[in-house]
């Protein structure tokens, strides 16, 4: 039996036009690029990744003097927090809801979703052309962000800073967060990309996953499984403890291996987006009835 | 017969939006040509090109295109091209981009995709303004750039949902002459139209909608003959139009003679067409009336949209 379906598997890979799947990704992606990153619409996506930047450079502009060496430990407490509460918890969930639910639903409003549609383009093949290209976007969009931040944050200390970067543990801090945003965009962007297959108008859904990522932490531990801020909490290069009210429900999780923490929100992404294959396919064009 | 794998077949297809009816009940095999689907608006024309094309799925029953449904997108779309009456674009794409890039989704290199841009807009009179944003086409030029991009891949069957919009008298010769000449080539060319004499003439056959129901399918004439409760209307062009009328009330099968009002013809109705044409005939020999011409006055989709559902011809 197992032979069989191994047999069928090979059989099925090699049927496929990969070449041409390749192709199409491109095509799709480049597409979907031109209309969702350059355009006016996504101005507040902008905002939102620039906010903290901008924060930082008015602090720069204001502070005068060189930093004292002194208040490093602080200033990287402080980028953990705009990375993790900021970045991964409002910003990129944010405009991942702005930008993944727009791949499908702004192609029903502007009707022109026909188009994708009437083209020797696998459903499933337009389903990761879209994704790939609305991670892409997110991830280039808050990486130049955190990037940005990382370097007004450790810059304004002079050498000690950059002697903080090259010397000292800066930059596995920096890998920590790019990694971290990198994922939170495919994490959150797989789920506000099934969400739009599935309901017609989003925004209901998306504020009731912000409503659940927001209590993951007080919850039992195999539903913080299915969290993208539980599994980025373990990817975090700087000790965060839990303050306010809520610090008394949290449930302390066991901590998890990066490793298993990466490949955890990687199988979540892939087993959402098999489920956006499957959604897609149910899809019908009936502009009238939106 | 024509092979299956060369046919659109609809296999009792019906299509329901919840509990609104778009198409009920719709079987028919359609044969390369042009043929029309014709209806007032709301019969359930578009529901049928949409169901074809898999924009959206049947209720109930299958559709086979040249042998491929719906579900095998790849092979599908290699063959059908679908101008759709939705009047809208990719926001900031030129005319050429709109062609382009589908022909490159379909796999096309970039030169061949080139070339074949460069054709299709060649055919649809759109090279002059290719690189214009489609923002700023008139509607005429937008209803030929979505022409160019269905023509662009040389589908086999082509799909046009109310092509003739929003072009002007020439626009509109130049699009029936390049449809004569797709089907010519042994292409399905599928049109939905509401105005009835624009498909007239250029239908190798007709299928009459109404409703969501096909009320009548098949070659013009053939359908004209499935009328039998109405009388067909001949118009006789004679030297004696009162001999005539006179002789044509003799027989029982013609239920009326009106001599035109130039009085050098006489419009029969008749339930036995072909027993007239004979009895015409004999009196054409006998020398009593000279014939100059015998013509059907309602064999054209019109008329036989007026008798199935009694609506009146022109736009509907």
Redesign the interface.
Same mark, same amino acid.
């Given at each position: 039996m197992n032979a069989r379906l191994i047999t069928r598997a090979k059989e099925w890979t090699q049927e496929q036009p990969w070449e041409l799947y390749a192709t199409q990704i491109f095509v799709l992606m480049r597409n979907e690029i031109r209309r969702n990153l350059f355009a006016r619409r996504r101005l507040w996506v902008y905002l939102l990744a620039a906010i903290p930047v901008v924060i930082l450079l008015v602090q720069r502009a204001f502070a005068r003097n060189t930093a004292e060496p002194f208040y490093i430990e602080s200033a990287t407490r402080v980028l953990a927090r705009i990375v993790h509460l900021y970045y991964v918890r409002l910003g990129i969930f944010f405009a991942c809801m702005g930008i993944f639910t727009w791949l499908f639903r702004g192609e029903v409003v502007e009707r022109t979703l026909h188009y994708q549609f009437l083209v020797p383009v696998r459903r499933e093949v337009l389903v990761i052309g879209k994704f790939l290209a609305g991670t892409l976007i997110s991830i280039f969009l808050f990486e130049s962000a955190v990037l940005a931040c990382f370097y007004l944050t450790y810059d304004r200390f002079g050498a000690a800073g950059w002697s903080y970067i090259f010397d000292g543990p800066g930059l596995h801090q920096l890998g920590a967060y790019l990694l971290v945003t990198a994922l939170t965009c495919i994490g959150y962007g797989s789920v506000f990309l099934a969400l739009s297959l599935l309901f017609k108008n989003p925004i209901v859904p998306g504020l009731v996953l912000m409503g659940w990522e927001t209590i993951a932490p007080i919850l039992p531990a195999w539903a913080q499984r299915l969290s993208v801020t539980s599994y980025m909490r373990h990817l975090c290069p700087v000790e965060l403890p839990v303050e306010g009210p809520l610090a008394i429900f949290t449930v302390v999780a066991e901590p998890v291996a990066p490793v298993l923490a990466i490949l955890g929100l990687l199988c979540l992404s892939v087993a959402v987006l098999v489920l956006s294959c499957f959604l897609i396919d149910r899809i019908e064009i009936t502009y009238t009835a939106e | 017969m024509t092979s299956p794998n060369r046919q659109i077949v609809f296999d009792s297809v019906s299509k329901f =939006?919840g509990e609104v009816l778009g198409v009920n009940r719709v079987s028919f095999a359609l044969d390369p040509g042009i043929t029309s689907l014709v209806g007032p608006n709301g019969s359930g024309k578009t529901t049928l090109l949409?169901l074809l094309? $898999? #924009?959206?799925?049947p209720t109930r029953g299958s559709i086979h295109v040249l042998g491929l449904t719906t579900g095998q *997108? @790849?092979? #599908? !779309?290699?063959q @059908?091209g =679908?101008c759709?009456q !939705?009047d809208? !674009?990719? *926001? $900031?794409s030129t005319g050429y981009d709109f062609i382009f890039? *589908?022909l490159? #989704?379909? $796999?096309f290199g970039r030169e061949q995709a080139a070339r074949l841009t460069d054709e299709a807009l060649e055919r649809a009179g759109m090279t002059q303004v290719a690189r214009r944003k489609v923002a700023g086409y008139s509607k005429g030029m937008r209803q030929r750039i979505r022409l160019a991009q269905a023509i662009a891949h040389h589908p086999s069957v082509l799909v046009l949902d109310e092509p003739l919009n929003g072009l002007d008298p020439i626009a509109r010769a130049e699009a029936i002459a390049l449809f004569g000449a797709l089907a010519v080539q042994g292409m399905h060319v599928i049109i939905s139209s509401h105005i009835l004499e624009e498909v007239d003439r250029i239908s190798d056959r007709v299928v009459l909608m109404s409703s969501g129901y096909v009320v009548a399918e098949g070659q013009i004439r053939e359908v004209r003959q499935e009328v039998r409760d109405h009388p067909m209307q001949i118009l006789v062009r004679c030297s004696n139009a009162a001999r005539l009328a006179s002789a044509a009330f003799e027989l029982n099968h013609v239920v009326e003679a009106k001599i035109v009002n130039d009085g050098r013809g006489v419009l029969i109705r008749t339930r036995d067409a072909e027993q007239f044409y004979l009895r015409l005939n004999k009196i054409v020999c006998s020398g009593l009336i000279e014939v100059e011409a015998v013509a059907p006055a309602d064999d054209d989709v019109d008329s036989i949209y007026q008798y199935l559902i009694g609506c009146n011809g022109g736009p509907i």
């Open positions: - | =939006y949409n094309t $898999g #924009l959206i799925k *997108p @790849v092979e #599908l !779309f290699r @059908v =679908y759709t !939705f809208s !674009f990719p *926001p $900031g890039w *589908p490159r #989704l379909h $796999g």
